[in-house]
């Protein structure tokens, strides 16, 4: 998460962050410093640093790789600050074609403690179709987040036996925890 950036950032302002932020790439000296800029956004607690991530988030082009980096940033940014105001930013991602950025979008609302709705859980589960990191994710977000649902439940006892280690991992953890099914954790 973005704590391990935190002595990166020390240096730039608040103001600085905000200017770099949504700057074009060309008119910047060095354009990693757009993702320091999130990373320091995240810790701060201003309101107008809050609109700039939740502004990155939906106006940044993922095309462009500093853009889709930065963008990445400030999405992990969001769940680092907890503000319930940021959910409905990080559901849009949910749909967008950046698997990091979905990826990224599950955590930050796993930190902020989402409750999703139902349209929010189909939506959840329609990713399990995902990248393999993709897949984990999700799973691991039902986990945290205690989400009990019958299509859950299913769709994710499927995944126990997967071929991939952490999803079917993820998948029995799921099982173990929020249905009691300890004996999945066998080895």
């Known amino acids: 998460m973005a704590e391990r950036f935190d002595v990166l950032v020390q240096g730039i302002s608040e103001q600085e962050a905000l200017s770099l932020l949504m700057a074009q790439t060309s008119t910047v000296q060095r354009p990693a410093d757009r993702y320091f800029a999130a990373t320091r956004l995240g810790l701060s607690k201003?309101?107008?640093s809050l609109d700039a991530l939740l502004t990155a988030t939906s106006k940044l082009n993922i095309d462009?790789?500093?853009d889709r980096i930065t963008r990445r940033k400030a999405i992990e940014s969001l769940g680092r600050r907890k503000?319930?105001?940021a959910i409905p930013a990080l559901t849009n991602v949910l749909t967008c074609t950046d698997t990091e950025a979905v990826i990224n979008a599950i955590y930050a609302l796993v930190r902020i403690d989402w409750d999703?709705?139902?349209?929010?859980?189909?939506?959840?589960l329609s990713l399990l179709n995902g990248e393999c990191t993709l897949v984990?994710?999700?799973i691991q977000a039902h986990t945290r987040l205690n989400i009990k649902h019958s299509k859950a439940e299913k769709l994710i006892a499927e995944l126990c036996d997967h071929e991939q280690a952490l999803i079917a991992g993820a998948a029995r953890a799921y099982q173990a925890k929020l249905y009691g099914k300890t004996e999945l954790l066998n080895p």
């Open 46 to 48: 201003t309101e107008e």
């Open 64 to 66: 462009e790789l500093y």
């Open 83 to 85: 503000d319930k105001r």
């Open 116 to 124: 999703p709705s139902e349209e929010d859980k189909d939506l959840l």
């Open 136 to 138: 984990r994710a999700v």
